[in-house]
Each structure stands twice: as C-alpha cells, then as structure tokens.
C-alpha cells in the first residue's frame, strides 16, 4: 500500500512547517489530488490514522481537493476531460496528448490555531 508512505510522506511536510514556524499543532490539512495520480483515496484515509498518531496532524481535518483529469491533443487541438491516463482523442482519436489536470499531489494548504 503506497498510500501509507503518501501518507508519512504528508507528515513530513507538516512537520517540517510545523517546526519552521514554531507551532505545535496543525488545525486543518488541505490536499489536492488528481483523478489521474495514482492515489487510491479510500486506501490514503484507511491510512492516514496511523500515519499521523502522535504527530502535529494527529487532530488535524483533513480535506481533499481532487482535480479531475484534463488533456490537449497534441494533433488537433482538442480540449478534453480525461478519466484514463491512456484514453484517446474523443475529436480525432491520437493518443497524443499533453496532460495539464490530474496528476497533482500536493498540500495546497496548512492552517493552525
């Protein structure tokens, strides 16, 4: 389960925030994370207790932006929402493409008392 290191991967940039800016603990942990990352959401929250007991996120919320995948074919053009990393072209059919939406994972914000 790679959620789990996702997961401590997360802590590790809190706690690293945390102790840049001299606070003990974080209220609100905000995430954003695309269709087309790889991160199976309902294994990172199965995750995530054990991830952050005892740590500055241990009574944090934790909120989850997704970001839906979206594409511009490179042969035509094309604009498209993008539910599958390989899907083609709906215009024109070219497995070309340039994916500008999706594949995010990062922590968009921290919030503390």
């Not at 909120?63 to 539910?83: P, S």
Request: aromatic share 6%; proline share 3%; hydrophobic share 40%.
């Amino acid at each position: 389960m790679h959620e789990l290191s996702i997961a401590m991967g997360i802590v590790d940039i809190a706690k690293k925030e945390a102790v840049r800016h001299q606070i003990s603990e974080i209220e609100l942990i905000e995430l954003e994370i695309g269709t087309l990352s790889g991160v199976e959401i309902e294994s990172l929250n199965f995750a995530w207790p054990l991830a952050v007991s005892g740590t500055v996120l241990e009574h944090a919320e934790k909120k989850i932006n997704i970001i839906k995948g979206k594409a511009r074919c490179l042969d035509c053009g094309y604009d498209f929402d993008l539910k599958n990393i390989f899907d083609p072209c709906p215009e024109c059919k070219s497995h070309f493409k340039d994916i500008y939406h999706g594949k995010e994972l990062r922590v968009k914000a921290i919030v503390v008392n």
